[in-house]
């Protein structure tokens, strides 16, 4: 996954105002809506616990993960792009955010980054 998909200077057509995006930065990075990209090193916390606590299932029912406030879609692609390579079955991903802009660039993403065994969804809410 390539974060400066998601971070363009302009990341979706009605984003009224050009922001400058360094997808390199350790700080948090303006993506429109008053909204901003966490830290680098956050993403980093965030999938290296996701990866123990998927690692360390007991079961193999049907996985559902949910991400509230998913912005872009980055770290929702993230976190199903990880799971399916610790999970032997298929899962579900769940991507919402009250932004309907946000969530359409989600859905551009989620086609050029197929994730396998997911069945991965955006939702407004």
Known sequence: VIKLDFCTKKP??????EVEFNPFSLD??????????TSTV????TMARLAKILSERKTQDQLSMLDVG??????????AD????????????LGTDFHEA??????I?????????????FMQH
Do not use: W
């Open 82 to 93: 990880l799971a399916s390579q610790i999970l032997r079955g298929p899962f579900e991903m």
């Open 12 to 17: 979706f057509e009605r984003m009224e105002d």
């Open 109 to 121: 993403q989620k086609e050029k980054y197929s994730v396998e065994k997911c069945n991965l969804q």
């Open 42 to 45: 956050m993403h980093a916390v």
């Open 70 to 79: 998913c912005g872009l879609g980055y770290s929702t692609i993230l976190y």
């Open 102 to 107: 946000f969530i359409e660039h989600g859905l």
């Open 28 to 37: 948090p990075q303006v993506i429109g809506q008053g909204q901003v990209l």
